[in-house]
Structures are given as C-alpha cells and as structure tokens.
C-alpha cells in the first residue's frame, strides 16, 4: 500500500493523478501545509524537507511531487512510461523543464507579489508548442507520465488562462485534463 502525504488542495494532487491514473492502492494521510502541519516534528521525521506531498512506498520516501510521479509510473504503471531510452530521456528533459522554467518563475512571481511576466511565459512555452504542435503526446501517440507532469504544473489558475487560450497548445491540455482519473481527483 502506497502512502501520499498531502491533500488536493497542495502539489500533492499532481501524485493523486498518476496515483489514480496508475489504479494502484493507496492512502491519502491529510497534511495540510496552509495550517502549518509540514512543520510539525513528526512529519519532519517523515520528511526532513517539510513539504508535501510526500510518498511512503516500503522503505522508500519520495518527495518532490514529480519525482514521485516517475517513480509511481515506472514501477506501478508501465502502460504511462516510454517505452524507448530517447523517449525517457525526453520524459526526463521535459519535467526538469517544466519544474524550472515554469513553476520556479511562477513561485518566484508569487513570492515577490507580482504577476507572471506574460512574455516570459509565453518563450518559455515556445518549446511546448512545437512538441505537442504535431502529435497528441508530448512523446506520441500515447499519454504518458511526462504529459501528467507537464500540464500539472501548467494546471495553476495564471497559467491554465494562457494555455486555454493558445490554440497550439489547447487542444493537447484539454486532451490531458479532461481525463478521468484528474476528475476523480478533484471529486474528492
Ligand atoms: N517542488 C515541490 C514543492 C512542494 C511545495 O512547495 N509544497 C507546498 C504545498 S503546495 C508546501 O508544502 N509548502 C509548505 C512550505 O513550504 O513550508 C514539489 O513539487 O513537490
């Protein structure tokens, strides 16, 4: 059994979406980060970094909802990981991508109170739009972990505006977000 820390309302939904994606059994344990629970000495036991979400897999505990994702895919749900190295090397250069080029200057936007620079965002999505520009996937045919990573970091209420509004990129987030397993995420 597969332990999530975290709840919908934190990163932690990202790994409810390949948790559910995966259809694997797991328990979500309710940290709640906005009433200061990431600090509490027990969790930081658990979790030294003091974040969620958090994954507990036997001995194993992953942090870094992305990072968690990879590793339910790759062990839990083979069906979503690539099935080739060039491709899982392209799975791997996209969520780097989308950690540092998206959700950093996203943060750091945040932080210092001020909106997402609006022609940064869209360079940095250049490189997205070519890639989904011709296919359905980011790799293919198939949705696979690196479109999951990608469009839930994008899945943030700044950001889903400008892709919902770009129509090289639309049709690929709608095909991405509009899955099932997202809807039962949110039902929760
Ligand atoms: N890069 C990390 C960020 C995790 C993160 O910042 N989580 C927030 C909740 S969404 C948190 O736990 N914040 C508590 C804190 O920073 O003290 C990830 O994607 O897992």
């Given at each position: 059994?597969l332990?999530?820390?975290?709840?919908?309302?934190?990163?932690?939904?990202r790994?409810?979406?390949?948790?559910?994606?995966a259809?694997?059994?797991?328990?979500?344990?309710?940290?709640?980060?906005?009433?200061?629970?990431t600090?509490?000495?027990?969790?930081?036991?658990?979790?030294?970094?003091?974040?969620?979400?958090?994954?507990?897999?036997?001995?194993?505990?992953?942090?870094?909802?992305?990072?968690?994702?990879?590793?339910?895919?790759?062990?839990?749900?083979?069906?979503?990981?690539?099935?080739t190295?060039?491709?899982?090397?392209y799975?791997?250069?996209?969520?780097?991508?989308?950690?540092?080029?998206?959700?950093?200057?996203?943060d750091?936007?945040?932080?210092?109170?001020?909106?997402?620079?609006?022609p940064?965002?869209?360079?940095?999505?250049?490189?997205?739009?070519?890639?989904?520009?011709d296919?359905?996937?980011?790799?293919?045919?198939?949705?696979?972990?690196?479109?999951?990573?990608?469009?839930s970091?994008?899945?943030?209420?700044?950001?889903?505006?400008?892709?919902?509004?770009?129509?090289?990129?639309k049709?690929?987030?709608?095909?991405?977000?509009?899955?099932?397993?997202?809807?039962?995420?949110?039902?929760?």
């Amino acid at each position: 059994m597969l332990t999530l820390y975290g709840t919908v309302m934190s990163r932690a939904f990202r790994c409810l979406w390949m948790l559910e994606e995966a259809g694997v059994d797991y328990e979500l344990k309710p940290v709640d980060f906005a009433r200061g629970e990431t600090k509490a000495a027990d969790y930081l036991m658990l979790n030294p970094n003091g974040r969620v979400p958090l994954l507990v897999d036997g001995d194993l505990r992953i942090w870094e909802s992305l990072a968690i994702n990879l590793h339910i895919a790759k062990r839990y749900a083979p069906q979503f990981w690539p099935t080739t190295a060039d491709q899982e090397s392209y799975l791997h250069m996209w969520t780097v991508w989308v950690m540092g080029e998206i959700e950093g200057p996203h943060d750091a936007a945040n932080k210092a109170g001020a909106d997402l620079d609006g022609p940064a965002l869209d360079r940095s999505l250049t490189a997205l739009r070519q890639a989904v520009g011709d296919r359905d996937y980011l790799l293919g045919v198939d949705f696979t972990v690196a479109d999951l990573n990608v469009a839930s970091v994008l899945l943030r209420p700044k950001t889903v505006e400008v892709v919902k509004a770009d129509p090289a990129l639309k049709d690929w987030f709608d095909r991405c977000t509009t899955r099932p397993a997202l809807g039962r995420v949110f039902d929760k």
